[in-house]
């Protein structure tokens, strides 16, 4: 960082005796006000005990004057004690006076602890009383209690800053606190300079130092940028306007102003060329206009850094964003009822997408994006609100639509007909997942699995009062020819239910740890997928066995996540494997091994223990792993066969994932801010 050359190396407390402060003090007033631009009033207090206050007219050596009552009063400065306001509000009354000149007479003594209780009760008397505030500002730092200093400098600068130089003291202070990395109280003091000393010839280069502390380290933007922004248009003839021209761009973009963005980084990147920066500035300019839609545009971008950077940062980060290029996200603006997307579900070459704020279709037949209206009218228009979906199941024939409060929506393709099943007539609420196949519909809920078998007008619910269910709140459901696997909410349980005897049961994976929670459930092929996290461990990762649950392993994905939704938020997909076989390098030929001239039946072989043949591998399959921050390729052909790319977050801004499905070569993930799809060919 630039700023800390602009602090001195070594800090030096201050040796002053105390009876100089009071000369200091009153030398400065009488000094500084002849440099005021405002109308300067006298405060005069004679030995009396009486006292004048006027419109100060000027002084000489022995005589001052002052305007007062309309006459101009010349009177000798022997004798009277004069002070000095901007404010006419600010003049202080007898019995608060008395106390600061005591104050100062027990300076001049050496009496400071004394002193500063004087001024105390001044400033308790008459809390407006700036130059009592003043004389305890100078107090405390001396004693090196700065954040005092501050405050009373503060008090000094709000009421009558024109008659107090305290430039030089909060410009220690800051330069003190910055030293210290102390950051806030830095800018604090330099910011008084800034507000009430415009005219200062520190103030060019103090508007750089206070904005990059702003930026860079209090991530204070809203403050630090238009302070930027002033200090390079007021001089631009110092090494500091580099850095400030570069960040006023990245600050743009981070703030969403896209095009100012785009054009003031392209100035910088014009006019330093052998930036430090000039890489980042082109990468930046790359994020923008990924977030204009100008996909090709912001690859060309990245491509070049790529290309041109050895920086292994710079080169990542110009990685990511050609990940990101890969993304297309769809939002409320391409008709999507809302932003937030917590389900989606395929049908051949249409997409149902569930949102807090009803359904609705698309059909993404080559790669287009066609919204189909009559459909997801009749599904929302069927409650009394517009129902808050949570699951969804379509075919050919049928969409079934669960919510979040209104239970489950019927509806026939073929005959337009809408069936709800209410919770005002004893079906579930919130109604988590659903799964079908051609002779049963199940639904997860909060309270208990719901049945339907097709050509039957009964809807069963399986719950803990009236079965064998190990639990009622279940999260989501696999549905197998011969099983139904279901996660619950609790996590520590999975229930299974056996389609032939109709009867209940829980199943405990040995693979996996206690206390592990069921995200997501998939088959492909001969095997069944899942996803889990680990909360007490602070894992996660997915899981695959046969389709009885046997034979299983578990892969650690993640571990120390501490965010409790980057650790839950954890979705699989799968598929046959049918990509060419490519031999490893090198990798000798096979050897055919010549048949054994031992006969079958030698007494020699039939003394031996016969072997037992190990389990064929599993069927190898392609997944698909989607995570908040990451989405996987994996072939499990080989343990090292993994590919990843950014979710698009450039795009998005921070995201949760909710949903993820593979369909007519692209990946759809939903996610809390639109939905994003990806080619995976």
Same mark, same amino acid.
């Given at each position: 960082?630039l700023?800390p050359?602009?602090?001195k190396?070594t800090?030096r407390?201050k040796?002053?005796t105390h009876?100089?402060?009071?000369l200091?003090a009153f030398t400065g007033l ?5 440099l ?9 207090d004679?030995e009396n ?7 100060w007219?000027g002084?000489?050596?022995?005589h001052f004057?002052i ?5 101009i009063?010349r009177?000798p400065?022997?004798g009277?004690?004069?002070?000095f ?5 600010n003049v202080q009354?007898? +019995?608060a006076?008395k106390y600061y000149?005591?104050g100062?007479?027990?300076?001049e ?8 209780r004087?001024?105390?009760?001044a400033i ?5 009383y700036a130059?009592a505030?003043y004389q305890?500002?100078?107090l405390h730092?001396?004693?090196g209690d700065?954040a005092?200093a501050?405050e009373?400098f ?5 009421l009558?800053?024109?008659?107090f130089?305290?430039?030089p003291h909060?410009?220690?202070?800051g330069n003190?606190?910055l030293?210290?990395?102390?950051y ?11 507000r ?12 750089y130092i206070?904005?990059?502390?702003? %930026?860079?380290?209090?991530?204070d933007?809203?403050t630090g940028l238009?302070?930027?922004e002033?200090?390079i248009q007021?001089?631009?003839d ?8 570069f960040?006023?761009g990245k600050?743009?973009?981070k703030n969403?102003q896209l095009e100012?963005?785009?054009h003031?980084?392209?100035g910088f990147?014009m006019r330093?060329r052998?930036?430090?920066?000039v ?5 930046i300019r790359?994020?923008?206009?990924l ?5 090709a ?6 491509s070049q850094?790529?290309?041109?950077s050895?920086?292994?940062?710079i080169?990542?980060h110009a990685?990511?964003?050609?990940d ?6 769809y +939002? %409320?603006?391409?008709g999507?009822?809302d932003?937030r ?7 051949d070459?249409r ?6 704020n009803?359904v609705?279709?698309f059909? +993404?037949?080559?790669?287009n ?5 009559e459909?997801?009218e009749?599904?929302n228009d ?5 129902p808050?979906v949570t699951?969804?199941?379509a ?5 079934w639509v669960g919510?979040?409060?209104?239970g489950?929506?019927?509806?026939n393709k073929l005959?337009?007909e809408i069936q709800i099943y209410s919770? +005002? ?8 997942d659903i ?8 639904f997860?809920t909060d309270a208990?699995?719901?049945r339907k078998?097709r050509?039957d007008?009964s809807?069963?619910?399986y719950n ?5 269910i190990p639990?009622d709140?279940?999260e989501t459901l696999l549905l ?5 696997w279901?996660a619950?909410?609790k ?9 032939k005897?109709e009867e209940?049961?829980?199943h405990?994976f040995t693979?996996i ?6 995200v997501?459930?998939?088959?492909a092929?001969?095997?069944i997928l899942?996803?889990?996290?680990n909360?007490?461990?602070k894992?996660n990762g ?14 650690t994905?993640?571990?120390g996540i501490?965010?409790?939704k980057?650790?839950k938020?954890?979705?699989i997909r799968?598929?046959l494997d049918?990509?060419?076989i ?6 000798a030929?096979?050897?055919?091994t010549?048949?054994s001239?031992?006969?079958?039946a030698?007494?020699?072989?039939e003394a031996?223990e ?11 399959l392609?997944?698909?792993i989607a995570?908040?921050?990451?989405f ?6 080989s343990s090292?066969d993994?590919?990843?790319t950014t979710?698009?977050?450039? %795009?998005?801004?921070?995201l949760t994932i909710y949903a993820?499905?593979v369909?007519?070569n692209?990946?759809?993930?939903a ?10 060919r």
């Amino acid at each position: 960082m630039l700023y800390p050359k602009f602090v001195k190396q070594t800090h030096r407390k201050k040796q002053k005796t105390h009876c100089l402060f009071a000369l200091i003090a009153f030398t400065g007033l009488f000094f500084y006000q002849h440099l005021a631009h405002s109308q300067q009033y006298a405060i005069v207090d004679s030995e009396n005990g009486d006292r004048l206050t006027g419109v100060w007219r000027g002084a000489t050596d022995t005589h001052f004057e002052i305007e007062y009552q309309g006459q101009i009063l010349r009177l000798p400065l022997m004798g009277h004690t004069l002070s000095f306001t901007s404010d006419i509000a600010n003049v202080q009354d007898r +019995t608060a006076a008395k106390y600061y000149r005591n104050g100062l007479a027990l300076l001049e003594l050496g009496l400071p602890e004394l002193a500063q209780r004087r001024f105390e009760s001044a400033i308790e008397e008459f809390p407006r009383y700036a130059a009592a505030h003043y004389q305890l500002g100078l107090l405390h730092e001396t004693n090196g209690d700065n954040a005092k200093a501050l405050e009373r400098f503060r008090s000094v600068a709000i009421l009558d800053a024109a008659n107090f130089d305290l430039v030089p003291h909060l410009q220690e202070l800051g330069n003190a606190a910055l030293a210290n990395e102390a950051y806030a109280e830095a800018v604090d003091s330099y910011q008084l300079i800034l507000r009430h000393y415009p005219e200062q010839t520190s103030i060019p280069e103090l508007s750089y130092i206070t904005g990059f502390l702003l %930026v860079e380290e209090l991530e204070d933007y809203d403050t630090g940028l238009p302070l930027l922004e002033s200090a390079i248009q007021q001089n631009s003839d110092t090494l500091f306007h580099e850095k400030a021209y570069f960040l006023i761009g990245k600050l743009k973009a981070k703030n969403n102003q896209l095009e100012d963005a785009l054009h003031t980084l392209q100035g910088f990147i014009m006019r330093y060329r052998e930036s430090e920066w000039v890489y980042e500035a082109h990468l930046i300019r790359a994020e923008v206009n990924l977030k204009l839609g100008r996909t090709a545009e912001a690859g060309n971008q990245a491509s070049q850094v790529l290309e041109a950077s050895a920086d292994e940062t710079i080169r990542e980060h110009a990685k990511q964003i050609l990940d990101q290029t890969r993304w297309k996200v769809y +939002t %409320v603006a391409d008709g999507l009822p809302d932003n937030r997307v917590p389900v989606i579900a395929s049908d051949d070459t249409r997409l149902w997408v569930g949102t807090p704020n009803g359904v609705m279709l698309f059909d +993404t037949t080559f790669n287009n994006w066609i919204p189909i209206e009559e459909g997801p009218e009749l599904i929302n228009d069927a409650t009394v609100k517009v129902p808050d979906v949570t699951a969804i199941a379509a075919n050919g024939e049928e969409v079934w639509v669960g919510t979040r409060s209104q239970g489950a929506i019927h509806y026939n393709k073929l005959t337009r007909e809408i069936q709800i099943y209410s919770p +005002t007539d004893g079906y579930p609420a919130w109604v988590k997942d659903i799964k079908m196949d051609d002779t049963e519909i199940w639904f997860a809920t909060d309270a208990g699995v719901g049945r339907k078998i097709r050509g039957d007008q009964s809807f069963v619910v399986y719950n803990k009062q009236q079965s064998f269910i190990p639990e009622d709140d279940i999260e989501t459901l696999l549905l197998l020819p011969t099983t139904v696997w279901g996660a619950s909410a609790k996590g520590d349980i999975v229930v299974t239910f056996d389609r032939k005897t109709e009867e209940w049961g829980s199943h405990r994976f040995t693979e996996i740890q206690e206390g592990t929670t069921i995200v997501d459930f998939d088959t492909a092929e001969d095997q069944i997928l899942f996803t889990w996290y680990n909360a007490t461990e602070k894992t996660n990762g997915y899981f695959r066995a046969d389709l009885d649950g046997l034979n299983g392993k578990s892969t650690t994905l993640h571990t120390g996540i501490e965010d409790e939704k980057n650790l839950k938020n954890i979705y699989i997909r799968g598929i046959l494997d049918n990509s060419p076989i490519v031999p490893a390098v090198n990798e000798a030929p096979p050897v055919e091994t010549p048949d054994s001239l031992t006969p079958e039946a030698s007494p020699e072989t039939e003394a031996l223990e016969v072997e037992v043949s190990p389990p064929p591998p599993p069927t190898p399959l392609v997944l698909w792993i989607a995570t908040n921050e990451t989405f996987y390729t994996h072939h499990t052909r080989s343990s090292d066969d993994w590919e990843y790319t950014t979710t698009p977050q450039i %795009v998005s801004g921070e995201l949760t994932i909710y949903a993820l499905i593979v369909a007519n070569n692209r990946v759809w993930i939903a996610t809390s801010n639109g939905l994003a799809s990806m080619d995976i060919r």
